[in-house]
């Protein structure tokens, strides 16, 4: 049986949120601009979200609409910060996020 609904998730446009705390949604399968896309979060619950930008397999998107600044959660972690204003739907990546962890 578990093998039967993950077939169903993936023959959705789907992504996942891996901790309740996350503001970033995983993209399952390529997004392409205008698409609603199924978010299943660590609990099972699902939301939909219209992506405003082609998303890659594998790649972030936003869950809610971001300020410059501020933080990237994914993980449960912050991995990095806005370099400007992005709304929801949109991709997150290395030309529009950055990290400075490891530089202080």
Known sequence: MGDMIFSSVIDRKTALVLDQKDNVGVALADLAIGETCTVIDDTG???????SENIPFGHKFALH??????????YGEEIGRMKDVLSKGGWIHNHNMYCDR???
């Open 45 to 51: 619950r699902e939301s939909a979200v219209v992506v």
């Open 102 to 104: 490891g530089m202080k």
């Open 65 to 74: 609409d971001f300020v410059k600044d501020e933080g990237v959660i994914k």
